[in-house]
């Protein structure tokens, strides 16, 4: 990383010196993509990763790709639910990939730029004839000349898609400068510390990344699927195998309901279609339906050794939380609802069938944490366990924090464990945004942009060198 200079010092001719205050951040993630300018609380644009492809047989015409929830939980005949980031969170089609951040951009932050009115030849006095000049339109319409963009990534990205994302930004997106920083430093930088063990638990991926001095210790970093996703399977297995079994109706197939005690059959209209959407589709709408249930029904038990430890009476003496599904189907649910979120903390404890073996006891949070520890030197090991930073949208499961913070204690006693986790809701969710919205606001960040003449002369190799 570039040392930072002193306020008091222009830049030089080849780093960026423009305003910091129209500096982007961009979050992409697997569930969802969050954007916004430097220096506001919030992202302004959240939109989910996933995107709609759409084939129309009939015209023959190559398929359409449909971003933002307007678009993609119409059922459409045809489309199809795609995702350009693989589960562990990296890219996995930089083509669509880079459409949907520039949609996340542009439709709710900037608009893209319209062509030179000199020669677009919409103004020309002689309407008939439409000699345009067409060379350098492409560089005029580029949509964020004006803005520097910093990005997130994983720690564990390849060298390879770093420098394909600054290959994006500069020569896709025309940007004058750009940045990409690790979000493991992010959320700690989001939490105003600077050593921490960040542990970030979002849709397909549970992380844990140790962090010295604002650096990350790679050989700690420790990650597993036993995330949200994993937590909406652990649901869904639980509704198979309930007797009755739970029906998983969502909603875009209800007509109209009639309300139904609890436990009883749905009285209901369903939506008929002549050609179904596709299977990828349905499974995109039963996940809402799903995240519903997480945040309304779901809780862990927060004692040492978890749900197995409890005694029968302390169960029974709980009262139930009710959910009622989109076509009127409901039932109040007891005990059971402790068991979906356990695997996360003990494998021995997760719902299995023949497509869902059992996690392995290392996939679990309390072996990672373990691990991860085990990873980095002795002596900062207490300043970590005295700085533990949670984030990501799964940690707001009802009773994870307190639960991750009694199974910190009871493995290690001895150095004092403290738990930073956010008490609003946003500021969890988004805590990687959050920190990249700090840090591109800085002054004294302002000269450790790479700048566009820095790619030009060095290439996309810059970022390895830059950003660390």
């Given amino acids: 990383m570039a040392a930072v200079q002193s306020s008091m010092v222009p830049p030089s001719a080849g780093e960026y010196g423009g305003d910091e205050v129209s500096a982007l951040v961009l979050d992409p993630g697997y569930s969802i993509v969050r954007a916004g300018f430097a220096g506001e609380d919030v992202p302004k644009s959240v939109v989910p990763s996933y995107y709609g492809l759409l084939e129309d047989s009939s015209s023959g015409s190559s398929p359409r790709r449909l971003f933002g929830d307007n678009s993609i939980h119409i059922p459409r005949t045809g489309m199809s639910i795609k995702n350009p980031m693989a589960k562990d969170g990296t890219v996995e089609d930089w083509d669509a990939a880079k459409n949907l951040w520039e949609y996340a951009i542009t439709s709710r932050l900037t608009n893209k730029k319209p062509g030179d009115p000199a020669t677009n030849g919409l103004n020309d006095p002689d309407g008939d004839k439409m000699d345009v000049e067409m060379d350098g339109l492409g560089d005029i319409e580029k949509p964020l000349e004006e803005h520097p963009v910093l990005m997130s990534e994983p720690g564990w990205n390849s060298g390879k898609a770093r420098e394909t994302a600054v290959e994006v930004a500069m020569e896709d997106w025309g940007c004058p400068a750009f940045w990409l920083a690790r979000d493991g ?5 989001a939490a105003g510390k600077s050593t921490a063990l960040v542990i970030d638990i979002g849709a397909s991926n549970l992380s844990v990344t140790p962090i010295h001095d604002g650096l990350i210790l790679r050989k700690g970093i420790m990650r597993s699927h036993l995330a949200g996703d994993f937590v909406s399977e652990q649901i869904r297995m639980l509704f198979s195998s309930s007797q009755p079994p739970v029906p998983l109706m969502p909603h875009y197939m209800i007509s109209c309901k009639t309300p139904v005690d609890a436990g009883t059959p749905a009285n209901a209209t369903y939506r008929t279609f002549q050609i ?6 349905r499974r995109l709408e039963e996940e809402r339906v799903l995240t519903e249930f997480k945040e309304s029904v779901v809780q862990i038990w927060t004692a ?3 749900i197995q430890q409890a005694h029968g009476d302390d169960l029974k003496t709980l009262p139930g939380r009710p959910f009622e599904m989109p076509d009127g189907w409901n039932q109040v649910f007891g005990s059971e609802r402790f ?8 494998a021995k ?8 073996p059992a996690p392995s006891p290392d996939q679990t949070l309390p072996a990672m944490v373990q691990a991860s520890l085990n990873g980095v030197d002795v002596d900062i090991r207490p300043h970590l366990l005295n700085n533990v930073v949670v984030t990501g949208g799964s940690s707001l499961l009802s009773g994870f924090t307190e639960r991750l913070h009694n199974e910190l204690v009871q493995v290690h006693p001895g150095p004092r464990v403290r738990i930073s986790a956010a008490g609003v809701t946003s500021e969890r969710r988004f805590a990687s945004w959050v920190g990249g919205s700090i840090l591109g606001s800085l002054g004294s960040f302002h000269q450790m942009w790479i700048s566009k003449r820095e790619y030009e002369e060095h290439g996309p190799s810059i970022v390895e060198k830059r950003c660390k």
């Fill in 185 to 189: 430093v992010l959320a700690a930088f």
């Fill in 339 to 346: 068991r979906v979120a356990e695997g996360i903390f003990n």
């Fill in 276 to 281: 179904p959407p596709h299977e990828t589709f």
């Fill in 349 to 356: 404890m997760a719902l299995t069938d023949a497509d869902h």
């Fill in 304 to 306: 040492p050794g978890g």
